[in-house]
Structure formats: structure tokens, C-alpha cells
Nanobody
């Protein structure tokens, strides 16, 4: 059974920084895409950033230049370094991964349970 466990959320003042982590565990053959999404109260879940196994990244316009996504393939872990945080970054942040359990099987999508980020003075 595959699990994605997020950590690193919390309360931070505007302009501050946080680093989120998401570790995938279980019987995993390969992980292609890993990413972060967020959902604020009353809003739809939105893409924050994604990274493929080779390292190419993609960011939402709202976080470009402030957030950095990275991954450690040996640890099946993805990170999100968030700098210059704004109140509008307040949301539950979710990790999403495309995981291949066996080499002959297609990738399946897995989600973490979410970690809350609150930016407030």
C-alpha cells in the first residue's frame, strides 16, 4: 500500500518562509511526476508546482520566483520551499504523485492528506 505523508506546514508571518516535504512509502517501482496543489476555503484546488523525475519543473504564475520545488528520487520525496509568503498563500497544501507500482503497470495517482499553511500577522 502506498502512502504520501506531508509535513512542514504551519503559521508564518507575511514575508516568511516554510518548507514542505512529502514522502512516498510502500512498494514503489518508479515515480514520474510529483507535485504540490493547494486549496483555500471556498475555492477549487489549484496547481502550485510540479517536477518530473528528470528535474524539469512547472509553476503557477502566482508563485513563480517565490516557491521552489525539488525532489530526492532516492528517498521518493518532494519538497516545496516557500519564500516571501503572502496571506493569499494561505491554504491546505496537498502532495500528488504519479506512481508506478510494477514495471508492467501504468502509473496511478496518489494524494497526500494535506498540510495547512497559514500566512498571517
Amino acid at each position: 500500500q502506498v502512502q504520501l505523508v506531508e509535513s512542514g506546514g504551519g503559521l508564518v508571518q507575511p514575508g516568511g518562509s516554510l518548507r514542505l516535504s512529502c514522502a512516498a512509502s510502500g512498494s514503489i517501482f518508479s515515480i514520474n511526476v510529483m507535485g504540490w496543489y493547494r486549496q483555500a476555503p471556498g475555492k477549487q484546488r489549484e496547481l502550485v508546482a510540479t517536477i518530473i523525475r528528470g528535474g524539469s519543473t512547472n509553476y503557477a504564475d502566482s508563485v513563480k520566483g517565490r516557491f521552489t520545488i525539488s525532489r530526492d528520487n532516492a528517498k521518493n520525496t518532494v519538497y516545496l520551499q516557500m519564500n516571501s509568503l503572502k496571506p493569499e498563500d494561505t491554504a491546505a497544501y496537498y502532495c500528488k504523485s504519479h506512481i508506478q507500482l510494477k514495471p508492467w503497470q501504468p502509473s496511478e495517482i496518489y494524494w497526500g492528506q494535506g498540510t495547512q499553511v497559514t500566512v498571517s500577522s
